[in-house]
């Protein structure tokens, strides 16, 4: 797996040609295709970029085939990040740097204005090099051309750095520092130790490698998709790769981990005179380090927007079906929703948000009013089309004796959901979205709180919020291979003092779900036999034994243009 500016793998029939429409298959004939997530027409599904006022998003894409190979760089515009108009692909392999293929990388837009990709290229050794390409006509917002630099590669592997030539890929976006040389990391491996390599230039062509890795952690394997970037302590306001290192000024260093196929993130200190990134105590990436999203999202990648001023994420998500299922629809794989990146006011952690442009595809708003959940209870939410929609809720708690106890050893916030899916009865909770569900409740994707009492002194004896995704209802269909995986997160919020928010996307095959206002994210690829388009339905659930109190808002989604 590769990562760059955008990810998404996608598939379709080659004999109909890269500008196939998507609108041609059925809504029959494609239950399970997105309607306002980026996804091309077929096959399998690279950066992010802003340029004369134009998003533009590079993918791997195989114009072949609905599996991983055969990449090249495909290229799709958009002026709000959420309809999106295809070009031909910019990169191919064809020359001894990349034969054998054109894998991830990012862009940058230099001080003179003119953007540059760097991406690893395998030659004919199978080494990973990186290389480096150019927009040919400055003057075309679309940038639908670029040519190779004839420096290729700018970065490759020596015997005397001492890197690992099969496992050194994806540059991160680069950045400038107050000496005026630009800095990259490169993900790598050593044994079992993760690297990000860090090099230095001050042409963007001829590359140092540090004596150094910018950071680097024993034990959890291959480094994929680097990135790394400032986030203001004090201000939602996003911040440009360069911005100098300052008191209010912290720094992201995400990667994702090939061994496990998750993005962890961390957030610290970095010394740019030393060329090192220190993550803050308690800030690690492994299994009780903090991600993105704890559901279905890997190989992510951030860009600045220098329009809005705001940082936005991008991640890929794969399918749940199996490669049979794949070829039979013809594609797979798609992108999320883009997502805007701040940093909570506790500074210990991010906050990911939907870019507002999503809005725009609202129609009819069907309002929630103040219900009384009791016990046991299921509420339907009728006059949205529950299978193109976004919902967002909130919970009302006033008595919290019946909160469980955790017990020590649920230390797992995702077996925790496994051993208490959405029909399991608790105290408070389970609470939340039953969605793309069927009528009778034979199918359903359960998203959805549990609150334990935290008798220790981990979490001071407060109230602890389990928030799950609990996939195991979600398709009658029994194939083996299907992944109908249960997701789970503690969600870092005192319920006592701070509102307890749901907020799910919802498209067909695919539900985005935001918990607390941003502070945990879980995705989920479903596919219902029963619950499609009309027959699909969204009902709020309380199976605990405490009432609670449940208001919100619900909105249709239009489709999306995305050819």
Not at 287 to 295: A, F, I, K, Q, W
Not at 517 to 530: D, E, F, H, Q
Request: proline letters at 6%; glycine letters at 8%.
């Amino acid at each position: 797996m590769t990562c760059s500016f955008f990810w998404l793998y996608c598939f379709v029939p080659l004999l109909f040609g890269y500008g196939f429409a998507a609108s041609f298959l059925s809504t029959h004939d494609q239950p399970y295709r997105t309607r306002f997530h980026f996804q091309p027409p077929r096959n399998w599904m690279n950066a992010p970029l802003i340029y004369k006022g134009v998003y533009h998003l590079f993918y791997q894409y195989n114009p072949k085939g609905v599996t991983w190979g055969n990449i090249v760089w495909a290229h799709s515009t958009s002026t709000d990040l959420v309809n999106w108009k295809p070009h031909s692909p910019i990169i191919h392999p064809s020359r001894p740097f990349d034969i054998n293929g054109c894998w991830s990388g990012s862009a940058t837009i230099l001080a003179t204005g003119r953007p540059a990709i760097l991406y690893t290229g395998l030659d004919p050794r199978n080494r990973q090099v990186q290389n480096l390409a150019f927009p040919v006509n400055l003057s075309d917002p679309y940038l639908t051309e670029w040519a190779k630099s004839p420096h290729n590669p700018v970065i490759f592997p020596t015997l005397a750095s001492h890197i690992n030539e099969t496992a050194f890929r994806d540059p991160s976006t680069a950045w400038m520092g107050p000496d005026k040389q630009w800095r990259v990391v490169v993900g790598s491996l050593r044994n079992q130790r993760g690297l990000a390599l860090h090099f230095t230039s001050r042409d963007f062509m001829n590359w140092t490698q540090s004596k150094n890795p910018l950071h680097s952690v024993e034990g959890n394997g291959m480094w994929e998709c680097p990135d790394f970037f400032p986030v203001s302590k004090n201000s939602t306001i996003g911040l440009d790769t360069s911005t100098p290192s300052g008191q209010n000024v912290k720094h992201v260093l995400k990667v994702s981990l090939d061994d496990t196929k998750k993005d962890y993130y961390t957030i610290g200190r970095y010394n740019i005179a030393e060329g090192k990134y220190v993550p803050d105590k308690g800030s690690v990436q492994n299994d009780s380090g903090l991600r993105y999203d704890y559901g279905k999202f890997y190989a992510s990648k951030s860009f600045f927007d220098s329009e809005k001023k705001r940082r936005v994420l991008w991640g890929w998500v794969n399918e749940s079906s199996t490669e049979t299922d794949n070829k039979r629809k013809g594609w797979s794989g798609l992108q999320a929703i883009p997502r805007t990146l701040w940093i909570d006011k506790s500074r210990k952690q991010l906050i990911q948000w939907p870019i507002r442009e999503i809005e725009k595809l609202r129609t009819k708003k069907v309002k929630l009013p103040s219900t009384v959940l009791k016990g046991g209870s299921v509420h339907e939410i009728i006059g949205v089309t529950a299978a193109q929609a976004d919902v967002q809720v909130t919970f009302g708690i006033s008595d919290f004796q019946k909160a469980q106890v955790l017990d020590p050893s649920w230390t797992d916030p995702q077996i925790l959901c496994r051993k208490k899916g959405a029909s399991v009865e608790g105290g408070l909770g389970p609470f939340g979205l039953l969605v793309l569900a069927s009528k009778g409740l034979q199918e359903y994707t359960a998203v959805f709180f549990r609150i334990f009492k935290a008798h220790n002194h981990k979490y001071n004896n407060k109230y602890l919020v389990l928030m799950c995704s609990d996939q195991s209802r979600s398709s009658l269909n029994n194939e083996k291979g299907l992944d109908k995986i249960t997701y789970g997160v503690f969600l870092k919020l005192d319920p006592l003092h701070e509102t307890l928010a749901l907020r799910s996307l919802i498209d067909h095959s695919i539900i985005e779900s935001f918990g607390g206002g941003g502070k945990a994210c879980i995705t989920a690829r479903v596919y219902p036999l029963l619950a499609v388009d009309a027959d699909a339905c969204i009902y709020a659930f309380n199976y605990g034994n405490e009432s609670v109190q449940i208001k919100g808002n619900a909105w249709n989604l239009r489709t999306a243009m995305i050819k």
